[in-house]
């Protein structure tokens, strides 16, 4: 009896040992059979790991793929359009997904699948929150997901050429850049204000439209305008500024060039207005008023000439000059030294 038991332990052993020496001869560098490159894995189905490719199909077989130097061109063509994620070391290594759609992008979230990046098409990336378009990239812009949303464009600005444009439809309409430290405000394809670390330049023939205009406090003694004058401007060339009320001036200030880089011949002219001095309603070209004794001051600077008055005759022929001498005022054709 005991024979027959050893006899039948050592056929057991035998066969197991062989048995083992033949599964090891079969299995390859990651555990799968070198014989079937495929293992079934519960829901899954691996293929083999060795040097010439390395597979995992999930289950259903359009999910996901890992491929490497292994028919990847026609699992590509195959399935990629089928939201499948594709990774190809064939030569580089690259990574691969379908199109997707806005409501339901290529790359999203576990829990938030309508968020993320679809291609709507060639050269275009678009991204979808919710289940709807907020940004796209393009070639040659950046934009909100609107004709009429703001866009970043793709291009060399200037101060004719805005690259980002408030309104897409509208591309020539925006801030540019017109040299180092300065922001062009372009419209139209024209640059109408100029914006640089201590200054703001509306460019030639433009209108600037604002409301009052206020000082900073407290400001102290300030020049509220200014036109410098350059030597390139020929002696006698008129610099003047103006205030006007739809079209018609009211006061002129006035200047000429000296050719030197100065100006000189000052006048205000107040060519089409009445100055009212103590009163908002002057009646004549001059009206002096005051609610006391009123008195106008005519002084010179010199020390041996006087003021003097000059009065159109009212016969429109010629002048009478007035001056004053120890308490004698003369008037006569001659005019004042």
Known sequence: MKKKFLIILGLFLGIGLTFAFSINAQMGPGGFSNVDPFLRDGDAIRLRDTIDYIGIFADPIDNLIVDNLYASTTIMDDLTANNLLVIDTSTTTELYVGDGSVASPSISFINDIDTGLYRPSADGINMSLGGSDIFRFRTT???????????????????????????????????GWNAADELSFVAGGTEGLRIDYNELEVQPLFTLATGPIEFEEDTG???????????????GNEMSMSIS??????????????????SSDFKLLLPNASVGIGTSTPATLLDVFNTSTSTITIDSNSATQGSCLKLKDVDGGGYTYCYVLDGTMTCSTDACN
């Open 221 to 235: 003694a300030i020049t509220a305008l200014n036109m410098p004058v350059s030597s390139g401007e020929a002696d």
């Open 245 to 262: 009320s739809d079209s018609n001036i009211i006061a002129k200030f006035y200047s000429e060039a000296d050719g030197v880089g100065g």
């Open 141 to 175: 812009y950046f934009d909100l997901f609107s004709n009429a949303g703001a866009r970043l464009v793709r291009e060399s600005a200037s101060s004719t050429n805005p690259v980002l444009i408030p309104y897409g439809d509208d591309d020539d309409t925006g801030i």
